[in-house]
């Protein structure tokens, strides 16, 4: 069964930075698209980051090009979102979520989801 526990949220004042981890398990991670989706309250989910687990490749929205970084620790099975100069536009639950299948590309959707972390930015 496929298994994704994000965690690391939190309350943070703008300019603050928070790091996100999600622990895999019950597949093969180091043979997936990998994905970090927000969704800000009252609003849709919005795509933020994604990264292909077995060449390291990161693409990233508009949004949080330059502040955040996605990374993978394919030993610990764990993706990670590096959270920096945090915006309140930025406040949102983010999602981890898998591909559909292994080597697949991230824009052709996911498979699996977290739960989801909160991540409120204000002062």
């Known amino acids: 069964e496929v298994q994704l526990v994000e965690s690391g949220g939190g309350l943070v004042q703008p300019g603050g930075s928070l790091r996100l981890s999600c622990a895999a398990s019950?597949?093969?991670?180091?043979?997936?698209?990998m994905s970090w989706v927000r969704q800000a309250p009252g609003k849709g989910l919005e795509w933020v980051s994604s990264?292909?687990?077995?060449?390291?490749?990161?693409f990233y929205a508009d949004s949080v090009k330059g502040r955040f970084t996605i990374s993978t620790d394919n030993a610990k099975n764990t993706l990670y979102l590096q959270m920096n100069s945090l915006k309140s536009e930025d406040t949102a639950v983010y999602y981890c979520?898998?591909?559909?299948?292994?080597?697949?590309?991230?824009?052709?959707?996911?498979?699996?989801w977290g739960q989801g972390t909160q991540v409120t930015v204000s002062s």
């Open positions: 990264t292909y687990t077995y060449n390291s490749n990161t």
């Open positions: 979520a898998k591909g559909r299948d292994y080597y697949t590309d991230y824009r052709r959707g996911f498979g699996s």
């Open positions: 019950g597949f093969t991670f180091s043979r997936s698209a």
